[in-house]
C-alpha cells in the first residue's frame, strides 16, 4: 500500500514541472498526464480492500509530529471509497476532457491540482487545512471552468467567485472563533471537545461555518450560481463538478456532522431535503438540458445532505451499515449517472431537450441514457433502486415519516422531468447535430457498465444476492443483443420461452399464486400469437413483454416485501417503455409511468410502514395491531393505482387504448390483474382480524363500485373503438375490486371468476378491435358498419364475448355476475349491489352499440373490400370463445379450484351438486342455463337470418339513405352520437372532473415552479444577496 | 485591543455593501478586498493576547514561561495563508474582468443575465 | 429602492450577529494549550527564533503546501485566461525620467531585501511570502517603469517549476529521512539564532520565496498584456 500522502508529493509536482517542461515534454505531457492520474486511482485502491477485509483506519500524519500538534490526513473506508471512485471519475473526465486539452499545458495542469484537491478535502482531519483544500479545487475551477472561452463561461465563472468568495469568508469567520473557543483546528479534537462550543459565540461560529457549506453544497437557496456553472460550462467540466467536486464537499460536511447541534443538525436536514423537493419542482418548467441535469445534481446532493444529517446525527455509524451503503450507493449512483448525462450532452449540438432526440439514430447511447435517467430515477435494476428501498426503511425506522414523504415527492417530480425527456426525445422530430468521438464514449460506456456492476454489489449486500430478480433482465437483454431475428421469429421465441419458464415456475408455487401464474403466462402467451402477424424486426417489442411476463411470475415467488417492489417497478418501468414505443405522442405513457410510480411509491411506504414496525421485510406479515390502518391505506391506495380506480383513472384510457393494437389486450386484460393481485395479497396478509373487519373495506366497495359504473358510463359515449374498450376494462375491473372489498369467500371467489372472465372477453374484444383496426386503418366506430359480411368470424367472436361481457345466460358472464349478487347480498350491501347492477345495464349500452355500429347497419363503400381479420388475431380470439364455452357449460372447471383456493383462507360458503353450484341464496347449473338459453334464442336467430335480406321500408327523416349529402357525413351517422338521451340525464356524471383535477394540480406545480425559479435572476449580486439572507435565516431559525 | 474586531466586522460590513450595491465588476472585487482585510484583521485579533508581544525570539529571552508573554501564533499563520488565497482569489476575478470587458464591453453585473431561471 | 431597503436590513441583522459572536467572546488572558506548546516548544523542536515561522514552516507545512498550491493555481489560472485574450490594448505613455531611473536604481536593492527577508524567515519577521512578494514588488515598479521590457517568461517558469519541485522533495526528503512528510528536521537544526539553522526551514523559505516571487512576476507580466 503507497502512503497517501504521495498523492501531495506527486500531483503537485507533476503540476510544476509540466508547467515549465512542456516545451520538452511534447507528447510525454500525456503520457504524463494519465499516469499522475492512474496512480491517484490506484493509490486508494488497496487501502479500499484492506479496510474492506476489516483492517484498520489508518491516520498520516505531517511534518513529523502527532495531531493535533500537526496536520493529519485520514484515510478510513469512507475516504478510501469515495477516493476509489472520484479518481476513476478523474481519469474518465480527463479521457473525456482529452481534446479540449490539446495546445494548452494549463488545462492538465488545473485539472491535476483540482484532482488532488478533492483527495486532500476528503481525507484532512484540520479545519483550516480543509479550508485551503476546498481553495484549491475552487480556485482551479475558476479557470477550468473558462476552458471554452465563451462569454457565458466568464460571466458564469464571476458569480461562482463572488459565491465561492462569500464562501470562504463566512468559513474562516466560523474556523477563527472555533478555534478561539476550543484552542484546536483539529476536526477530531474540536468534536471531542464540543462542550467548549457553546453560548451565542459556539453557535453563531457554527451557523458562519454551516453557511459556507451550505453554499458550497449548492443547497437551496443559495445556488443560483451553481445552476449557471452547469448551464455554461462545457459539460465536461460540469461532470466533474457535478461528480467530483460536489461528492467530495458532502464528504467535508459529513466529517463535521458530529460538530453541528441538534437545532443546527434538524436545520441541514431541512435544507437538504427541501432542496431536493424545490429543485426538482423548479426543474419542471426547464427547457435546456444542460440547466436541467444541473436542477438534478443540485437536488441530489440536496438529497444526500438531507439524509446524511436525518440519519447519522441521532445514531452515530461506524463501520458498513445500511446508512453507510445507502449514502455510498447514493452518492456513486449520482455521480456516475450525472457525470454520464453530462458528458452525453457534449455530444449533443443543440441545448434544448428536445435537440436530444438525435439520440435515437444511436440506439447504444439512447440506451444508455435510458440507463442513467432510470438510476437517477431509482429505477431497478441501478443502485439508485435499492438505495430508494433503503431510505424507505431507514427513514421509518427511524420515525422520519414527513421527511419520507417529501423525498417521496422529490423523487415523483424528478421522474416526471426526466420521463418527459425520455418521451420528448423518442417522439419529437428527430434533429440532426451530433458529434460522437471515440474518447468521448468510452467514459460513458464505462460509467455505465460500472454502474450494472454496483447495483449487483448492492443487491448482494442489502438483500443478498438473488439470481431470479436477474433473470428476466438478463434475459431481455440477450433477445435484445440477438438483433436481427425476424420479429415472427421473436414473437415466437417469447411465446417459448415464457411457456418455458411457467413450466419451471408452476411446481413452485400453490394455491392463490398458481392462478394467478395461469393468468400471467399461459394467457398472456396466448394473446402473443396476435403478434405474429405483424412484419417486422419490432427491436424491444418483445425483450419488453418478456420482461414483464418473467417479472409478473417473479412477483408470484417474492417471499419479501423487496422482491415483490423490485419486481412490480420493473414491470412498471417495461410497461412504459412499451407503451411509449407504440404511441403517437408520448404525454400517455408518461402519464401511466407518473400515476404508476406514484402507486408504486406508497406501495414503498406501506412496505416501509410495516417495516418500521416489524423490523422484517418478509411478506408473510404486514404491520401490526396498531399500525394496521395507515398500511392498509398506503398499500390499497396503491394498488387501486394501478387498477385504475376512479379518481385516479385517468392514465388508463390512454395507455389502454393508444398503445399498440396487439399490446392492448394484454395491458388491458392481463396486467390489470396485478393491481387486483397486491389487493388480494394486502387483504390476506393484512391479518384476518383486522382486515375482515374494517371498516376501510366499505370504502374500498364503494370505490369499486363507483369505478364499474363510471368506467361503464365512460364507455357509452365514446367514438373511439379502443377507448370504449378501455373504459369497459376499467369499469369491469371495478367489479373485481368490489367483490374483493367484500372479504368473504363467496365474494373472493367472485373476484378471481370476475377476474378469468375479464380476461376471455376483454381479450377476445381488443383482439377483434385490431383485426378490425387492422382492415379498416380507423377506430372511430362510426366510420365503420356492416362488417358482418365482410368479417363474420370477428363478428361472432365479439357477439359471443359481449354476452359473456354483459353478464346475461347463458355464458360464463352470468356466472360471474350471479356469484357477485350473491355476495353482495349475502354481506347486506344492497345499495353498491342496485348500483353494480344498474352499471351492468349501462355495459348493456356500449355492447350493443359494439355490434350495432361496427358489423350492422349498411356497408360503408370505401370498406367493400375489407377482408376478414388476419388469421392470427383470429386463433387466440377462438382459443378463448372455447374457454368461454367451456366454463360456461362447466363452471365447476374454474370455479371449483378457485373456491378451494380461496377456502384457504376464508371458510366455504359455496357447495356442489354435481353441475350445480349451491349458495345460501340459491343455485346455479350452467349446463341447464346453456341449454335453455340457445333455445330461447334460436327462434329469433332463425327468424332473422331468413328476414335479414328482404327489402327495408326506408323512414322519411333517415338521412342516411336520403339524396342529401351533408358536409361531414360521418357526424349525421347513426352511430355518431349513439346515445344523446343518456348523454343528457347522465351526462354531468362524466364531466371530465378528474381529469380536470389532476390538470390543475399539474398547472399549479409548474406555475409555482415558475415562480420560485425567479428568485435566480442571473445576477451574481441577488445571488451574493441570497447567501446573506441564508445566514440571518438560519440564525434566526437557529435561536441563538 | 478586542474593539479591532470590531473595526474588522465593520470592514466586511463595508464590503459586502460594496459587494450588494455597486453595479461595476471592480468595485465588486474592491469589495471583496475589503471584506478580506476585515477578516484577516479579526483573524490576527483573536490571537491577541493583551499587553503581550510577537511570538519571535530574541536573544536573552529565557526559554520556559515564554508562553506568558507571546501572543498565539497560530492565527498570525492563518492570516498568512488566509491573505495568500485572497491575493489568488483577487487576481482571478481581476483577470475575470478583463476578460469579461473585452467580451462585452461593459463592467455593469446587471449586463451579465443571460443566464437564469 | 426596494431592494436597498432589503441590503440595508440584512446587513443591519448581518451586523447584530457579528456583534453578538464578538461580544459573546471571553477575553483569554492565556493561550491554550496547543499555542502554548508552540511556543515552549517550538524553539527546541524546530529550532526557529520565528514561532510563527515555526508553526507555518513546520508544524502547519501542510497548509504551507496548500497555500503555495493556491498561489501556483492562481498563476496557472491567470495564464490560461489570458492566453485567449482576443486584443491588446493601445500602449500607454513612456514613464517619466524619474521613474525608470529610480526604478533601475531600487530593483537590485528591492531584490536583495526580498532575498534577505526570505532568508531570515526563521529568525526575524517575514519568510517565503513576504520575501517573495518584495520581490515581485521590483518587478512591478521595473514593469510601471519600462511597459514595453519583456521579461523572459520561460526563465520565469524554469526557477518556479524549479523551485516548487524543490520545495516539494525538501518535504520528501522529510518524510524519508525525518518525521513526516514536511517534516524540516532532516538537516540539523545547527545553533539557534544563526542564519543557518533551524533544520531545513530557510531551504524551504528560499525555495518559497523564489516560486511565489516568480509567481507573482508571472501574474503581473501576464495582466500587463503586450
Request: proline share 4%; net charge positive; glycine share 8%.
Amino acid at each position: 500500500m503507497v502512503e497517501p500522502i504521495y498523492l501531495f508529493i506527486i500531483l503537485p509536482v507533476a503540476a510544476f514541472l509540466m508547467g515549465s517542461l512542456h516545451q520538452h515534454l511534447n507528447r510525454w505531457q500525456v503520457f504524463i498526464f494519465f499516469t499522475v492520474l492512474l496512480f491517484s486511482f490506484y493509490l486508494p485502491i488497496p487501502w479500499l480492500i484492506h479496510l474492506l477485509k476489516g483492517g484498520s483506519t489508518a491516520q498520516v500524519f505531517t511534518a513529523g509530529f502527532l495531531p493535533p500538534i500537526s496536520i493529519n490526513l485520514q484515510i478510513g473506508i469512507e475516504e478510501a471509497f469515495l477516493m476509489t471512485i472520484i479518481n476513476l471519475l478523474g481519469i474518465m473526465g480527463a479521457f473525456y476532457l482529452l481534446h479540449h486539452f490539446r495546445g494548452t499545458v494549463y488545462g492538465p495542469i488545473l485539472y491535476l491540482v483540482f484532482i488532488m484537491g478533492l483527495n486532500g478535502i476528503i481525507m484532512t482531519r484540520d479545519l483550516f487545512n480543509l479550508f485551503v483544500f476546498m481553495e484549491i479545487t475552487s480556485i482551479s475551477l475558476y479557470s477550468l471552468i473558462t476552458l471554452s472561452g465563451s462569454s457565458e463561461n466568464l460571466t458564469a465563472g464571476f458569480k461562482y467567485i463572488i459565491a465561492s468568495g462569500i464562501a470562504s469568508i463566512l468559513f474562516l469567520i466560523g474556523t477563527i472563533y472555533l478555534y478561539y473557543l476550543t484552542g484546536t483546528l483539529n476536526i477530531d479534537v474540536m468534536i471531542a471537545s464540543g462542550y467548549k462550543i457553546v453560548g451565542p459565540a459556539g453557535s453563531i461560529a457554527l451557523i458562519m461555518l454551516l453557511s459556507a457549506i451550505i453554499v458550497e453544497l449548492k443547497q437551496f437557496p443559495v445556488n443560483g450560481w451553481a445552476l449557471d456553472i452547469y448551464t455554461a460550462s462545457d459539460p465536461g467540466i460540469a461532470a466533474i463538478i457535478a461528480g467530483g467536486s460536489s461528492s467530495a464537499m458532502f464528504f467535508a460536511a459529513y466529517k463535521l456532522l458530529p460538530l453541528w447541534s441538534p437545532s443546527l443538525s434538524s436545520i441541514i436536514a431541512g435544507i437538504g431535503i427541501m432542496t431536493y423537493v424545490l429543485m426538482n419542482l423548479m426543474g419542471l418548467k426547464q427547457v435546456k438540458a444542460n440547466r436541467l441535469l444541473g436542477y438534478s445534481s443540485i437536488a441530489q446532493i440536496g438529497l444526500l445532505v438531507g439524509l446524511s444529517a436525518l440519519l447519522l446525527h441521532s445514531t452515530p455509524v461506524t463501520g458498513l451499515t445500511t446508512i453507510w451503503i445507502i449514502l455510498g450507493g447514493l452518492l456513486i449512483n449520482h455521480l456516475l449517472a450525472k457525470a454520464g448525462l453530462f458528458w452525453i450532452s457534449g455530444l449533443i449540438k443543440g441545448e434544448s431537450l428536445s435537440s436530444w432526440s438525435v439520440l435515437r439514430k444511436y440506439p447504444s447511447l439512447l440506451f444508455i441514457f435510458a440507463c442513467l435517467l432510470m438510476a437517477l430515477a431509482g429505477l431497478p435494476p441501478f443502485p439508485g433502486f435499492w438505495v430508494k428501498w433503503n431510505i424507505a426503511m431507514q427513514l421509518a425506522q427511524h420515525k422520519q415519516f414527513l421527511w419520507l414523504g417529501f423525498i417521496m415527492l422529490g423523487t415523483l417530480l424528478e421522474a416526471v422531468y426526466f420521463f418527459r425527456w425520455f418521451g420528448l426525445i423518442m417522439k419529437s422530430e428527430l434533429t440532426t447535430g451530433i458529434r460522437v468521438r471515440i474518447s468521448s464514449l468510452l467514459p460513458i460506456f464505462t460509467g455505465t457498465f460500472l454502474m450494472f456492476f454496483i447495483s449487483l454489489t448492492m443487491m448482494n449486500l442489502l438483500s443478498g444476492f438473488n439470481f431470479n430478480m436477474l433473470l428476466p433482465i438478463l434475459i431481455a437483454t440477450l433477445i435484445f443483443a440477438l438483433k436481427l431475428i425476424p420479429g415472427k421469429l421473436k414473437a415466437l421465441m417469447t411465446i417459448f420461452i415464457i411457456m418455458f419458464y411457467f413450466y419451471f415456475l408452476l411446481p413452485e408455487l400453490s394455491g392463490l399464486y398458481r392462478l394467478f401464474a395461469i393468468i400471467f403466462f399461459p394467457l398472456s402467451a396466448l394473446f402473443m400469437i396476435a403478434a405474429m402477424n405483424k412484419p417486422g424486426y419490432r427491436n424491444g417489442y418483445f425483450e419488453l413483454l418478456i420482461l414483464i411476463v418473467l417479472s409478473l411470475g417473479n412477483l408470484l415467488t417474492s417471499h419479501t416485501s423487496l422482491q415483490f417492489f423490485y419486481s412490480w417497478e420493473v414491470i412498471t418501468v417495461a410497461t412504459y417503455l412499451i407503451i411509449l414505443r407504440g404511441v403517437k405522442r408520448f404525454d400517455t405513457a408518461l402519464l401511466y409511468l407518473v400515476f404508476s410510480l406514484a402507486g408504486a411509491l406508497m406501495i414503498l411506504a406501506g412496505f416501509s410502514y410495516s417495516y418500521a414496525v416489524t423490523g422484517s421485510t418478509f411478506l408473510g406479515i404486514l404491520g401490526s395491531s396498531n399500525s394496521q390502518i395507515t398500511i392498509y391505506i398506503l398499500l390499497v391506495g396503491g394498488f387501486l393505482i394501478k387498477t385504475g380506480a376512479v379518481g385516479v383513472h385517468i392514465w388508463l384510457p390512454g395507455a389502454y387504448a393508444e398503445t399498440e393494437d396487439d399490446f392492448s389486450p394484454i395491458i388491458s386484460a392481463i396486467l390489470s390483474k396485478t393491481g387486483i393481485l397486491g389487493l388480494l395479497l394486502v387483504l390476506l396478509l393484512m391479518g384476518k382480524s383486522f382486515a375482515a373487519n374494517t371498516e376501510l373495506n366499505t370504502i374500498l366497495g364503494w370505490i369499486g363500485v363507483l369505478t364499474a359504473f363510471l368506467g361503464a358510463l365512460f364507455a357509452i359515449f365514446q367514438e373511439d373503438l379502443k377507448y370504449m374498450l378501455a373504459y369497459s376494462s376499467m369499469g369491469q375491473v371495478g367489479y373485481i375490486v368490489l367483490a374483493l372489498a367484500l372479504y368473504s369467500h363467496l365474494g373472493w371467489t367472485a373476484a378471481l371468476y370476475l377476474a378469468f372472465n375479464h380476461i376471455f372477453f376483454k381479450g377476445i374484444l381488443f383482439l377483434a378491435a385490431a383485426g378490425i383496426i387492422q382492415r379498416l386503418g380507423t377506430r372511430k366506430m362510426y366510420e365503420m358498419g356492416g362488417l358482418i359480411n365482410r368479417m363474420p368470424l370477428s363478428f361472432l367472436a365479439v357477439l359471443i364475448s359481449i354476452i359473456a361481457l354483459s353478464g346475461v345466460p347463458p355464458l360464463s358472464g352470468f356466472g360471474s355476475k350471479w356469484l357477485l349478487y350473491n355476495a353482495l347480498l349475502e354481506k347486506e350491501w344492497y345499495l353498491q349491489a342496485a348500483l353494480a347492477f344498474f352499471a351492468s345495464t349501462v355495459a348493456f349500452l356500449y355492447c350493443f352499440r359494439l355490434i350495432h355500429s361496427i358489423f350492422l347497419g349498411q356497408e360503408k363503400t370505401r370498406f367493400r373490400q375489407v377482408k376478414e381479420a388476419s388469421l392470427w388475431f383470429l386463433i387466440p380470439q377462438y382459443v378463448l370463445i372455447a374457454l368461454i364455452m367451456l366454463i360456461s357449460l362447466f363452471p365447476n372447471i374454474i370455479i371449483e379450484p378457485i373456491a378451494q383456493v380461496m377456502a384457504d383462507f376464508i371458510p366455504a360458503t359455496l357447495s356442489w351438486e354435481g353441475n350445480t353450484l349451491m349458495s345460501s341464496l340459491g343455485y346455479w347449473n350452467g349446463n341447464v342455463i346453456m341449454i335453455i338459453t340457445m333455445g330461447v334464442f334460436m327462434i329469433p336467430l332463425i327468424g332473422l337470418l331468413l328476414r335479414v335480406r328482404s327489402m327495408q321500408k326506408v323512414k322519411q327523416f333517415n338521412i342516411v339513405y336520403a339524396a342529401e349529402r351533408p358536409d361531414k357525413p360521418e357526424t349525421t351517422h347513426v352511430a355518431h352520437n349513439f346515445f344523446p338521451h343518456y348523454q343528457k340525464a347522465l351526462g354531468f356524471l362524466v364531466t371530465p372532473l378528474v381529469s380536470k383535477f389532476w390538470a390543475a394540480v399539474s398547472e399549479w406545480c409548474h406555475t409555482i415552479a415558475g415562480v420560485l425559479r425567479n428568485i435566480y435572476t442571473g445576477n451574481g449580486q441577488t445571488y451574493a444577496l441570497h447567501i446573506v439572507f441564508m445566514v440571518v435565516l438560519i440564525y434566526i431559525l437557529a435561536g441563538v | 485591543m478586542r474593539e479591532m474586531a470590531f473595526l474588522g466586522f465593520a470592514l466586511v460590513l463595508l464590503g459586502f455593501w460594496a459587494m450588494l450595491t455597486r453595479k461595476n465588476i471592480l468595485r465588486i472585487i474592491i469589495g471583496f478586498t475589503i471584506i478580506d482585510s476585515g477578516i484577516h484583521l479579526i483573524i490576527v485579533n483573536l490571537g491577541y493576547l493583551p499587553g503581550r508581544t510577537a511570538p519571535i525570539l530574541e536573544k536573552g529571552m529565557r526559554v520556559g514561561d515564554l508562553s506568558k508573554h507571546f501572543v498565539d501564533p497560530i492565527p498570525s499563520a492563518l492570516v498568512l495563508t488566509a491573505i495568500v488565497i485572497g491575493l489568488a482569489v483577487t487576481a482571478l476575478m481581476l483577470v475575470y474582468a478583463v476578460r469579461i470587458y473585452e467580451r462585452k464591453r461593459t463592467l455593469n453585473i446587471d449586463k451579465y443575465r443571460e443566464l437564469k431561471w | 429602492m426596494a431592494k436597498y431597503f432589503v441590503i440595508i436590513i440584512l446587513l443591519i441583522l448581518l451586523f447584530l450577529i457579528f456583534w453578538n459572536l464578538q461580544k459573546n467572546t471571553a477575553p483569554r488572558n492565556r493561550l491554550d494549550l496547543l499555542s502554548s506548546r508552540y511556543i515552549d516548544q517550538g524553539p527546541r523542536e524546530v529550532g526557529s527564533a520565528n514561532l510563527v515561522t515555526a508553526v507555518v514552516v513546520a508544524y502547519r507545512g501542510f497548509d504551507t503546501l496548500g497555500e503555495v498550491i493556491v498561489l501556483f493555481l492562481a498563476a496557472t489560472g491567470v495564464g490560461f485566461l489570458m492566453q485567449k485574450r482576443q486584443k491588446a490594448y493601445p500602449k500607454s505613455n513612456p514613464a517619466s525620467e524619474i521613474l525608470r531611473t529610480g526604478s533601475d536604481v531600487l530593483l537590485p536593492v528591492i531584490i536583495l531585501t526580498g532575498t534577505y527577508i526570505f532568508l531570515h524567515g526563521h529568525l526575524t519577521p517575514g519568510g517565503g511570502f513576504q520575501g517573495g512578494v518584495v520581490i515581485a514588488s521590483g518587478f512591478l515598479l521595473q514593469f510601471l517603469a519600462r511597459p514595453e521590457s519583456r521579461i523572459k517568461v520561460r526563465k520565469l517558469h524554469f526557477i518556479e517549476s524549479i523551485s516548487g519541485f524543490f520545495y516539494v522533495l525538501s518535504g520528501l526528503a522529510g518524510l524519508i529521512l525525518a518525521g513526516g512528510f514536511l517534516d524540516s528536521r532532516f538537516l540539523p537544526l545547527g545553533k539557534w539564532g544563526e542564519l543557518i539553522s533551524a533544520g531545513a526551514i530557510p531551504l524551504i523559505y528560499s525555495f518559497i520565496g523564489l516560486k511565489v516571487g516568480s509567481e507573482l512576476v508571472g501574474i503581473l507580466n501576464n495582466l500587463k498584456g503586450d
